[in-house]
């Protein structure tokens, strides 16, 4: 069994944890108030890892730079994905090929997942996210366009995400 590690650092949008192990990331949270709400976010991992920033340096240093608003791609960083319902799994993999700046329906993701009535399954897969950021939830929106259903700072974090994502210009 590999070590686990986790962090909490901030960043220009508040305090994020994360939890690493063989270099994939295992667990993320969307920018917190504090760093004790970006620990407890990521509670249990805490309990069977050990605490060690060096080993989310690079993940760090991108999601640092993506919070203060730089043209970073964070799907580039590995995830494990593992223990989850294979829809899920597939819902995950195609948010993550949402561009940045853009949305994609509850409806789309669903058929990329390979289940295009599944909308509802597909809002539950964004909900139970545990990458957000690596797996671009706030990108998922309703069928109109607006936005519902978002953990962590509400509808207005991901308000704020998406407004971050439209003022960066696209790397050259």
Same mark, same amino acid.
């Not at 509670?43 to 989310?56: F, G, L, N």
């Not at 909308?119 to 909900?127: D, L, N, S, T, V």
């Given at each position: 069994m590999?070590?686990t590690?986790?962090d909490v650092?901030?960043?220009a949008l508040?305090?994020?944890g994360i939890?690493?192990a063989?270099?994939k990331?295992?667990?993320?949270?969307l920018?917190?108030?504090s760093r004790?709400a970006g620990?407890?976010?990521?509670e249990?991992h805490t309990q069977s890892?050990?605490?060690?920033p060096?080993?989310s340096?690079?993940?760090?240093?991108?999601?640092?730079?993506y919070? %203060? +608003?730089?043209?970073v791609?964070?799907?580039? @960083? #590995?995830v494990?994905?593992g223990?989850?319902p /294979?829809?899920?799994?597939?819902?995950w993999?195609?948010?993550?090929n949402?561009?940045?700046?853009?949305?994609?329906?509850?409806?789309?993701?669903?058929s990329?997942?390979g289940?295009?009535r599944?909308?509802r399954? %597909? +809002?539950?897969?964004?909900?139970?996210?545990r @990458? #957000?950021?690596?797996?671009p939830?706030?990108? /998922?929106?309703?069928?109109?366009?607006g936005?519902?259903?978002?953990?962590?700072?509400?509808l207005?974090?991901?308000?704020?995400?998406?407004?971050?994502?439209?003022?960066?210009?696209?790397?050259?």
């Amino acid at each position: 069994m590999q070590e686990t590690f986790h962090d909490v650092f901030e960043t220009a949008l508040g305090w994020v944890g994360i939890v690493t192990a063989g270099g994939k990331v295992l667990r993320t949270t969307l920018p917190e108030g504090s760093r004790l709400a970006g620990l407890e976010a990521i509670e249990p991992h805490t309990q069977s890892s050990t605490y060690d920033p060096e080993a989310s340096d690079r993940q760090r240093e991108l999601i640092r730079r993506y919070c %203060a +608003g730089e043209s970073v791609d964070l799907t580039s @960083l #590995p995830v494990a994905l593992g223990g989850s319902p /294979v829809f899920f799994r597939n819902a995950w993999l195609a948010c993550r090929n949402i561009p940045a700046g853009e949305t994609r329906s509850y409806a789309w993701l669903a058929s990329q997942a390979g289940n295009a009535r599944a909308a509802r399954a %597909a +809002g539950q897969a964004m909900a139970r996210n545990r @990458l #957000p950021l690596l797996v671009p939830c706030h990108r /998922v929106v309703g069928s109109d366009g607006g936005l519902h259903g978002f953990g962590g700072g509400g509808l207005s974090m991901k308000a704020r995400l998406l407004e971050l994502e439209s003022r960066v210009e696209p790397a050259s």
